[in-house]
């Protein structure tokens, strides 16, 4: 088990997560690093039964950008339906598959916890700066994946520069600004621009 799968377990535990499955170092679609906490009965049954090339959780992780309720994935699917069966999750113990792209890796987490009823939007985006974080911590600055300009577009939003205006500084499109600060977004796992430059400011990406 790698390092950072074993921060971000320790982060899920932390969070009062304590059944989950961690994917990373990806090979195509199989994770080469995994850790899960599920049941050592079910992941008998799961693995031995090679569950996790029809499981929909597996797909939405590999596929998705952003977290997804198990509920909202294919009910009827035979792996989840043993899953519910099992007890692994249902209506008191909800499910939620977070995807997690930075540093230029992605890491998949498949969890289920009673404090999913509650949890919101807010908590979420935190756990998933939170796993950001702890892919980050490898690098310094100047490794993380951002270009010269995305560093320079991010710096003028928290100057507090409109897109338009941003164009005219760096001589740009506005289209090549909007595409920019979206992918500096992605590469900060940031929900939105605000908390991308607060990210970067953060990481001491930019100052």
């Known amino acids: 088990m790698s390092e950072l799968v074993e921060n971000i377990a320790g982060l ?3 969070s009062g997560i304590d059944e989950f499955a961690i994917g990373a170092n990806f090979n195509e679609l199989v994770p080469q690093d995994v850790i899960t906490t599920y049941d050592d009965e079910w992941q008998k049954i799961y693995f031995e039964g090679e ?3 029809r499981d929909p959780v597996c797909w939405a992780g590999a596929f998705s ?3 997804i309720w198990w509920k909202d994935i294919q009910s009827r699917n035979s792996v989840m339906r043993e899953a519910r069966q099992f007890g692994i999750y249902g209506a008191k113990k909800p499910g939620l598959v977070i995807p997690v792209y930075s540093g ?9 916890s009673q404090s999913f009823d509650d949890i919101t939007v807010e908590e979420i985006n935190d756990l998933v700066i939170g796993v950001s974080d702890s892919m980050f911590q490898r690098f310094s600055p100047s490794q ?6 995305q560093k320079a577009m991010l710096w003028l939003k928290s100057e507090g520069f409109s897109y ?7 001589r740009v499109k506005v289209w090549t600004v909007n595409d920019g600060l979206d ?7 940031a929900r ?10 953060r990481r001491q990406i930019i100052s």
């Open 12 to 14: 899920l535990r932390r």
């Open 51 to 53: 569950m996790m090339f």
């Open 65 to 67: 950008n952003n977290p």
């Open 104 to 112: 230029g890796e992605k890491v998949v987490i498949s969890a289920v």
């Open 144 to 149: 993380i994946p951002l270009s010269a300009q």
């Open 164 to 170: 338009v205006e941003i164009s005219r500084i760096l």
């Open 183 to 189: 992918r500096a977004r992605n590469a900060l796992a």
């Open 192 to 201: 939105d621009t605000v908390q991308a430059v607060s990210v970067a400011i």
